[in-house]
């Protein structure tokens, strides 16, 4: 989610006649689904915004947020691509400029008759003074008796909605259960909060993804959380709905210097979809209706003109069709497949199969493991024969002779990397004292950090069926830490903050949005060269 400050425009009249032609009076009155399809939309553009220096493509016509011409062509856009509902971005009550767009975007659609629904989600990650629990506490009630209070504010499974972007940047679990204390001690609203750390299911109603992007198969992402929710459901005796992500693709590569995703025709976001499908998603969310900074825009373009938003008339009516008007059902944890089940990975030529698959599904997938690069093959390790198999960040081990789940175990990767390239870990430097807020590893000598810290934390293998990670599940997936954060050269030629491990190599991507700013290195591949 890119930020804004001010913007101006002049439309050509052409433009204006092409897109009133998509929805040239507000659709037939729709009732929204009790699995709602909701787009993050972005009232903040000014004139000024619009150039091709920070953007991949503008819209057609170029506008600013508050023009009243402008939302009645975006209630109408969106009421006929088959959203159910807009989630504004707000700034609490004190920012004028979006507080009165959000509402006056909501006053329109009733004058219109529209069905379209609104919900808020308060930006707590880009505006100061919503940093912190009193201030959010506040922003609360007004939005609880401004906003919420209107008929087509967007309610699910009985209660209003409210989203929150990054949890990170108004602090850990204990603050945002303060906030909830505080804000709404009975649970009277429905919040979806934007991270897929499950202890935040303390805090949240449901989860989901902001951006999917980051998987160059549309809708892997997805599969895996999935897999990982339903698990947690069963462990807890939960019924937390599972929300798909939709996304057109995504490039923020002039804005930030980030990554970008290729549309493909449309493709990735068909596959995007498909996944919302084959899942039996209770709720969607599209990131995003306008958001040209990140390039995830499906609101008419330049580029692309309305080839996006006919899109998503298509693949939301099939969404409708195919699961939309079925009754959610209360997940399940994904059956543990036979020895015998196997996957095939097109993206790398290999199959996972058995035991090494039922782990691999089970304790993260492709964001913590990567694909596939090699068979499941003999190899020796410390001179004996075990099964094993690698992947892009790891090798997964047999050990039948332990029992579960210890029977999997991981390669100490980090280390062989360290190990190959002629480097002792116990020479790397150590910080002198222990800043606040870090953690200590005697057995080591080195200290984790922000931001490393917090994806050390909210990553590991499910060992005990509790909620979240403890020290010692985040500890079996990646080990102890065998660097302080350093500076290095990686194989992309860029100078990036790392930070070693046992079994893995944290790297800090500023470039990416958050909680892609930290990733993990491709130590399977490196092993390989």
């Known amino acids: 989610m890119a930020h804004r400050r001010t913007f101006h425009w002049i439309a050509p009249l052409f433009v204006l006649i092409m897109i009133a ?6 659709a ?5 689904s009790e699995r709602p399809i909701m787009a993050f939309y972005y009232p903040w553009w000014e004139t000024s915004d619009w150039t091709y220096a920070k953007m991949s493509d503008l819209p057609a016509p170029q506008y600013s947020g508050g023009d009243d011409e402008v939302l009645k062509r975006h209630i109408q856009q969106a009421d006929a691509a088959g959203i159910d509902a807009l989630i504004c971005t707000w700034f609490g009550p004190d920012e004028d400029r979006l507080n009165k767009r959000c509402r006056r975007i909501m006053d329109l659609a009733q004058q219109m008759g529209s069905p379209l629904q609104f919900a808020i989600i308060p930006d707590q990650s880009a505006w100061d003074s919503l940093k912190s629990v009193d201030s959010l506490t506040r922003a609360l009630a007004v939005l609880k008796s401004d906003f919420m209070s209107r008929s087509n504010y967007l309610t699910f499974q009985g209660k209003s909605v409210v989203f ?12 945002w259960k303060q906030l909830r204390s505080q804000a709404d001690p009975n649970h009277e609203q429905y919040w979806f909060g934007g991270t897929d750390n499950f202890s935040f299911l303390d805090v949240y109603d449901a989860l989901y993804y902001f951006d999917i992007t980051w998987e160059a198969k549309p809708g892997a992402a997805m599969s895996s959380y999935a897999g990982r929710l339903a698990k947690y459901n069963q462990a807890n005796n939960q019924s937390r709905p599972f929300v798909a992500t939709v996304m057109p693709g995504y490039d923020d590569i002039k804005f930030r210097g980030g990554h ?5 025709n449309g493709d990735y976001y068909r596959g995007t979809w498909q996944t919302a499908i084959d899942r039996n998603a209770q709720a969607v969310v599209l990131t995003s209706f306008n958001e040209f900074f990140e390039g995830s825009h499906i609101e008419p373009s330049e580029q692309y003109g309305d080839l996006y938003l006919r899109l998503t008339k298509e693949l939301s009516d099939n969404f409708r069709a195919q699961v939309g008007q079925q009754p959610a059902p209360v997940p399940t944890a994904a059956p543990v497949p036979p020895t015998s089940t196997c996957q095939n990975f097109p993206e790398t030529g290999f199959q996972v199969c058995g035991r090494i698959l039922e782990y691999w599904r089970q304790n993260g997938g492709l964001p913590v493991f990567g694909y596939p690069i090699g068979p499941q093959q003999s190899v020796l390790i410390e001179g004996k024969p075990f099964q094993a198999q690698e992947f892009e960040r790891n090798r997964l081990e047999l050990h039948p002779e332990n029992a579960r789940p210890y029977d999997v175990l991981l390669g100490r990767l980090g280390a062989d990397v360290l190990a190959k390239q002629g480097r002792d870990w116990q020479q790397f430097p150590k910080l002198v004292g222990m800043p606040g ?5 005697p057995e080591t000598g080195h200290t984790l950090c922000e931001p490393f810290l917090s994806y050390w934390q909210s990553h590991g293998l499910e060992f005990d069926g509790s909620p979240g990670y403890s020290s010692g599940e985040s500890l079996a997936l990646f080990g102890l830490p065998l660097s302080d954060p350093q500076t290095e050269v990686l194989s992309d030629g860029r100078t990036y903050t790392v930070q070693w491990f046992e079994r893995a190599r944290f790297e800090s991507h500023p470039e990416n949005a958050p909680p892609y700013d930290v990733l993990l290195g491709l130590l399977g591949v490196e092993t390989k060269k």
């Open 437 to 441: 807020g870090c953690r200590f590893f």
């Open 21 to 26: 032609s998509l929805a040239p009076a507000p």
């Open 260 to 264: 970008a995703r290729d549309r493909q």
């Open 164 to 175: 929150w972007f990054y949890p990170p940047s108004l602090g850990g679990l204990d603050t």
């Open 28 to 32: 037939p009155a729709r009732a929204v």
